[in-house]
């Protein structure tokens, strides 16, 4: 029998969760998981899970669960793939880099980077340049609804891809998403697709998240009645959406014209959807705004592009992050305010 692919997996919420769950049903891989907020209860009772590709499975557990991520070298085996699920905060410490680095080994172990937002692989080439990073775009729709249950309710939809680095042979890091595709399909449960032309994709799921996420988390409107009013869909979701598919035109990636439309009605109707960005704020917790506004804004001021929506609603975003910095005491005022 073949040696199994020893994997780590950062982030175990919804998506790592499942990701985890369809990696070692397809008997090629071992992973060992990150746990945080969940290690007690999924250490105690394992993961109680109710997935629309897989079943109902009762009492899951990877096949090491930990709750610090490891040194590679002390006193466990090198990982072949470090498997990153977390959301990408890149503006709060520690960044996925700092995160992921105890257990990188150097020149072997492949970074997938399963995170939403544009050129998230360029600070992971940058700190590990002799290792192969993949991008991957997950499709999925999975929550974990409290500590150790996982809801999967939209079907398990994965396209991976090689990222260039300039470091290593290109047929390195080719081989290295071919392999990974192949771990992720064994199952034959989830639908996993080689695609070199990834950043189609990423530009694609930006038209989305850019524009609805961001508006919903400022205004803390869900979609449905953002739909519903009808105006905030034609004053400020739609012009956002007009300028992440001219920026995309502009990078090389001509998307569909009906995009926007898609992209508009893409939840269903009556669902009052919030989507990640919006429940993030409500929770207090930090919002991936850089990589998902700030990356897309920076490459139309690179390019020519005018983007005076996306612009302001990336200002907006940055003030709610600071809010929530100052809460969390990373940042400080010179003077406190007034006692209410």
Known sequence: MATKSNILL?????????????????GLASVTAVLRSNFKAVSENGFMITSVDHGNIKGWKPTNIINAVPAAGNNTAPFDFIVVTTKNVADVHPTVAELIAPA??????TIALLQNGLNIEKPIIAAFPTNPVLSGVSLIGATETSHSHVLHDDPDELI????DNPNIPNE??????????ELYSASRKVDCEYNENVGFVRWRKLVYNACYNSACAVVRMDTSRMRMYKFPIEDVVRPLMMEIIAIAKVSGYDL???IADKMIYADPEFTFFKP???QDIEKGNFIEFENIVGEPLRESERLGVPAPN?????????ILQWKTMETKGLVKLPVSPPAV
């Open 310 to 318: 996306l612009r302001m609603i990336y200002g907006l975003l940055k």
């Open 10 to 26: 950062v982030g175990s919420g919804g998506v790592g969760t499942m990701a985890a769950y369809n990696l070692e049903v397809g």
């Open 256 to 258: 569909p014209e009906d």
């Open 160 to 163: 991976v891809s090689p990222y």
């Open 104 to 109: 990188v080994t150097k020149g072997h172990t």
């Open 172 to 181: 390195v890091s080719v081989a290295a998403a071919k392999k990974f595709a």
């Open 276 to 278: 990640s960005m919006q």
